[in-house]
């Protein structure tokens, strides 16, 4: 059997076993669950080792560059491993903290210049037409009401107040906005399974699977 037609098989199958939980919970859920954690975490090991292999130790065993800053990432990455013994898990909080305030640092330094200071630049709130000079004064606008409503240290009284909720009707529409956008992108993925299980060869699952519903529906009604 040709090795693109056994995936395409294969991909419909896992797609209508996991479909089948939209029904009930079913035997065949639970496997797709399962095909598709293991498949995951077997991917992520093995690009894991993958990495590890390439940049730790190839430059460390290999090259001998223990004098760079290799050996002290390395360091770090065993620590995460005392986790593994009990009453001896402190040493992994370093890797931990320093991992998390990198992450942090480059969220901050990601984030506070074009959601933030952008916003607040005078030469940007006048456009090419109204609506982007509208848009653009907007924009300001709901920005500093934003970070009035994240104000705690005072109570949200007079202007405070009034500049808070109009803070909060604009963070909801924001998250409003990016919960539409997540489940737009999910119905485009619903969309091109759809096609793939009405078209050839996996028309040819989605009938009996259809056929199986339909008869245990008859058979529950019956009872």
Same mark, same amino acid.
Do not use: C
């Given at each position: 059997? =040709? ?5 395409? %098989? ?12 939209? +029904? ?5 859920? *639970? ?8 498949? /995951? &975490?077997?991917?992520?090991? #093995? ?21 760079? =800053? ?29 991992? #998390? ?11 506070? +210049?074009?959601? %933030? ?14 609506? =982007? ?15 009035? /409503?994240?104000? +705690? ?6 202007? $405070?107040?009034?500049?808070?909720? %109009? ?10 906005? *990016? ?9 485009? &993925? ?13 028309? /040819? ?6 056929? $199986? ?11």
């Amino acid at each position: 059997m =040709d090795l693109v037609l056994f995936g395409t %098989i294969l991909s419909v199958a896992t797609v209508l076993m996991a479909w089948s939980g939209l +029904y009930r919970p079913t035997v065949f859920y *639970t496997t797709a669950e399962s095909l598709v954690i293991g498949t /995951y &975490l077997g991917f992520t090991f #093995a690009e894991g080792l993958r990495v590890l292999a390439n940049t730790v130790f190839v430059p460390l065993f290999q090259k001998g560059l223990w004098m760079s =800053d290799l050996s002290l990432l390395f360091i770090l990455g065993l620590l995460y491993y005392s986790r593994l013994i009990k009453g001896k898990e402190w040493p992994s909080r370093i890797p931990m903290a320093i991992l #998390a305030g990198i992450a942090t640092g480059l969220a901050v330094q990601g984030t506070v +210049y074009p959601q %933030i200071l952008q916003q607040l630049i005078l030469g940007s709130i006048i456009g090419k037409t109204v609506f =982007d000079t509208v848009s653009n004064i907007l924009i300001v606008i709901l920005t500093f009401t934003a970070l009035s /409503y994240m104000i +705690y240290t005072r109570e949200h009284r007079g202007l $405070l107040r009034i500049s808070s909720r %109009i803070g909060r009707i604009g963070l909801m529409a924001a998250f409003g906005w *990016t919960l539409g956008t997540y489940f737009m992108s999910l119905i485009t &993925l619903v969309v091109g399974q759809v096609g793939m299980l009405v078209t050839q060869p996996g028309i /040819y699952l989605t009938i009996p699977a259809v056929m $199986l519903v339909f008869t245990d529906i008859i058979r529950r009604m019956r009872t």
